[in-house]
Structure formats: C-alpha cells, structure tokens
C-alpha cells in the first residue's frame, strides 16, 4: 500500500507498489544487510554525535521552520499512522528540533506525556525554546542522550520518529534497547528516507550536476539518511530486535523545496546547507563548486510551478509491537 500525501497534508492510500527502483535488480539490493558484523563497526556513535552538535545541529536549527514546512506531508502521514491516543506515553526518538514531539504531545494531552530523546544539544536547545512558545502547557520534556544505550524505563506506549534512527553505530543494538522503554505491547512508528534513486528531492539535484560532481557511491545500510532503505533487511532487522507484526509501508509526497518570493533562491539556500547534496557538495573542489551552482540554479528555474519549486520524497513507514 503506498500512503500518497497531498500538499494539504492529507492523506490518500492506494494498493500501488513501491516505485520500480526500490525493487529492481540494483546493484545496492546485493549489498550486505544493514545489520552491521560487531568486529567491523564501532558500537558507539562518537561520529553521529559530534556530526549533529557540530555542523550539522547549527544548520538543523538554523532552518528548523523551513524543513518542518519541507517535511509537513510526511510529518501528518507519520502522525497519523502511529495515532497516539489521550493519556499515553510517548518517546520521539532523535526528536531535533522538537517537530513531531510538540505534534504528539497535543494529541496525548495533559494525562500522557511526551519525551524528545536527542544526541544534539543545539537542537534540543531549540525544541526546548519552541516549547515555550508552541508548546506551553503541553506534558513534554526533553533528554539528551543516545538512543542506542540509554536505559529506557519501560514505560512508553509509543516510539515515534521522523528521520532520527537511521545513523545507529550498531542497529540492532540500538532497536533492541529501544524496545526495552516500550511496556509488553507497544508500539513504533518511525519514517525513514528509501534508497537515494526513489528520493527524488535528493537524487535529482545530484543529477543535474553530476558532470561536474560525480554522483556520491551509495551508503544504503550505513548509518545516515539510507541507513533504514532496505525494507527486507530492516524488516528482519527489526523483527530481530524484539519486534512482532513489522511493516513497512511506502509514503509518497510532493516537497516544496523552495517557495516564498524568490523560490529558486530558496531551494539553492536549503539544499546547499542541509542533506545529502549539501554533503557531497561541501566536499567538492572549489572549481566543480561554482561550475554546479549556476547549474543546479538554472536547473531550479525551470522546474518553478505555481511559485514553488516541489521535488517527490519517498519513505517507508515501519511499523512494530514489542513483543
Ligand atoms: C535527520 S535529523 C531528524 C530530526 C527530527 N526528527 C526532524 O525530523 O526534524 C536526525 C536526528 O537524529 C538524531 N540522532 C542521531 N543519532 C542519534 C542517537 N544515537 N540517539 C539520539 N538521537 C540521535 C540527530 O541528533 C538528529 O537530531
């Protein structure tokens, strides 16, 4: 069943499969399955830690309004799937700035309770600024830990995230510590990226300039944005780590990469500072960097419809109960 998100936020369903290049012959369907073999990965998350308090954190909270606005379909199809009910307890793992935490906390009301679980201090810092202001009088708070191994009380109804268990050291690990904060019975549901070739506002900026740039090898199954892609071996994955009735469900949704009253501006201003072509292209020689720009720039002007420039996002739901 593919979830389709309408620009609205709602939602339509549809018995379509998931698009051809998820599930063609593919070079990245071969490759190892994303439970990684404990002598070849370090089973702690020193890299993503620093990673999301250095660089990255800064420009998560620098654009935090504007990638809430890009991931708004997706957050209602989230919110809706994992249906979080009055009184319950929920944890928002590798909550950022706090989006989908300040969503559910309104929908569990003052007899539940909400907690953002984060490795990002700067992130955490906004979420708990946003609460202020957004969130007053919700039951929420927030903890700065690593999901992977933190001792969970095992407590909570409901795990939910949105792109925030895709960069675990040691997934099975983390989804089996994970499963300890939920009570016998409870449930998850978290949005993860599918493979970069279905993603269309990651591939195709990549593409236009890859005469340049060459395209980036893939990293499905590492820790990152395709950590979680492969729905068989997360699906596995998962069921190893305690979890019973898994799914994974395709969400599709139309992204405004760039709006306002100069969109194009606007989708060169997010994509160079947050995702992976912000990745691959920081890392470029200079000379390739101001030959792409230009190019990804006119690239952008042709694809303004209506004021907005909107590029396809491709995810999977997985859903689980704790066995
Ligand atoms: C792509 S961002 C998504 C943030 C937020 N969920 C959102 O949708 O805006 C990934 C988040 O996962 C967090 N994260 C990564 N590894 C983590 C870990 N081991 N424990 C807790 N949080 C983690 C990062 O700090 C970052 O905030």
């Not at 100069?262 to 994509?271: F, I, T």
Request: hydrophobic fraction near 40%; include cysteine.
């Amino acid at each position: 069943m593919v979830i389709f998100c309408q620009t609205d936020g709602s939602t339509l369903q549809n018995l379509a499969k998931p698009s051809s290049s998820d599930t063609k012959s593919n070079p990245c369907v071969s490759m190892p399955p994303v439970i990684p073999s404990r002598k070849s990965v370090p089973l702690d998350n020193t890299d993503q830690t620093t990673y999301w308090n250095e660089g990255a954190g800064a420009k998560w909270v620098a654009n935090q309004a504007r990638l809430d606005r890009l991931f708004a379909p997706l957050t209602q199809a989230l919110v809706a799937a994992a249906a979080p009910r009055p009184g319950e307890h929920v944890l928002d793992i590798g909550c950022g700035c706090g989006d989908v935490s300040l969503a559910t906390a309104a929908l569990v009301g003052p007899t539940g309770h909400v907690r953002g679980v984060d490795i990002s201090r700067p992130m955490l810092e906004r979420a708990r600024a946003r609460q202020t202001v957004e969130g007053r009088g919700l039951a929420l708070d927030w903890l700065e830990a690593d999901a992977m191994t933190y001792a969970f009380e095992p407590t909570a109804d409901l795990l939910i995230s949105r792109f925030g268990v895709m960069f675990f050291a040691d997934p099975l690990a983390a989804f089996g510590n994970l499963r300890r904060g939920l009570k016998p019975g409870g449930r998850f549901a978290f949005l993860c990226w599918r493979r970069r070739e279905s993603v269309e506002w990651m591939q195709w900026p990549l593409d236009q300039v890859a005469h340049v740039i060459p395209l980036p090898p893939s990293t499905l199954g590492a820790p990152g944005p395709f950590g979680l892609a492969d729905e068989a071996a997360t699906t596995r994955l998962l069921t190893q780590a305690g979890f019973s009735d898994v799914t994974a469900d395709p969400v599709e949704a139309a992204l405004t990469v760039g709006e306002g009253s100069d969109p194009v501006d606007d989708a060169l201003g997010l994509l160079l500072q947050t995702g992976p072509f912000a990745s691959v292209f920081n890392e470029a020689e200079d000379s390739a960097r101001a030959q792409a720009k230009p190019l990804l720039r006119r690239a952008f002007e042709a694809k303004v419809q209506n004021d907005a420039v909107r590029l396809g996002g491709a995810c999977w739901l997985y859903r689980g109960v704790a066995r």
